[in-house]
């Protein structure tokens, strides 16, 4: 592997295989000091072209417990304001001698362009309403880890925006490599225009589905990406598909929820259900560093031991 710009870079022996390198950082990072010289001597640099709180902070947190040396970009105080093209910005960059690029970009495929222009390898950090595959690869982990048996016919349903969610994408390749069935639960407005290919099934009724599923994953409504009104309001959205307490109470006893944050508490989930025992938020996101970490080391490290 030189970049992950998707999922569909890896198979399912791939997915499994970078899974299993991460459970080995998991136990890095349960250390005294979290620390391996795996990757002293490279440099990772993040290129964000969008504002990020988790990803951002879980690479470099990665890239520093691997011993890389780490540089940050931020758009707002580059010569990005002056008008620099993203070619002439990354090339200035990959000139300073760097190894890899975690890359956020508003455009779908701005990752990829990237790659053919610079040497360095690039890591697609989200890229528009495209993919993230770091954010899938770490909520098949979190999943993976509290379901021994796999992922295999685990019934998964995808609740929300996913018309402008590159996690949704990442996440429906990944679930359905992993053997899961997953369901996108939606008003059709809120759906893409065409689902032709996509593994997956689809009802526009939250309650109908609620009692049948063993994980609700919850998109976040992105405001910001719509520039047309696609429900009627916040407060309709939720009577219908927020998973308010009493939604949660049909669940299954052993049903577990799922958000990539941030969360509009109060829009798609309330307070109580994120803040409660069924809610794995708090695991997905202290997975993310041990799976960032597995893809740096697999596209920057020299093969041999972890530590
Ligand atoms: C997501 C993103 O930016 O795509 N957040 C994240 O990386 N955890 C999801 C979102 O913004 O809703």
Known sequence: MRHLL?????DRTGLEQLLDLSERFIE???????KVP???GKTVVSLFYEDSTRTRLSFET?????SADTMTFTVGSSSVKKGESLRDTVQTIEAMGIDAVVVRHGSAGAPKRISEWIDAAIVNAGDGCHEHPTQAL?????????????????RIAIVGDVRHSRVARSDVLAFSALG????????PTLLPESLEGWPVSVCYDLDEVLPNIDVLYLLRIQLERQHEALFPSLREYTSRYGLTAARAARLPADALVMHPG????????SAEVADGPVSLI??????????RMAVLYTLLGSGGPVA
Do not use: F, W, Y
């Open 282 to 291: 708090a695991e997905q996101v202290a997975n993310g560093v041990a799976v």
């Open 180 to 187: 899961a069935e997953v369901t996108l639960v939606a008003p």
């Open 262 to 269: 941030p969360m509009n508490r109060g829009v798609e989930i």
């Open 28 to 34: 890095v990072t349960h250390r005294d000091i979290p």
């Open 38 to 40: 795996a990757l002293r």
């Open 6 to 10: 998707s999922i569909d870079d890896l």
């Open 138 to 154: 770490l909520d098949v982990l979190t999943l993976r880890r509290r379901r021994p048996s796999g992922l295999d016919g685990c």
């Open 62 to 66: 990665a890239a520093k417990r691997l």
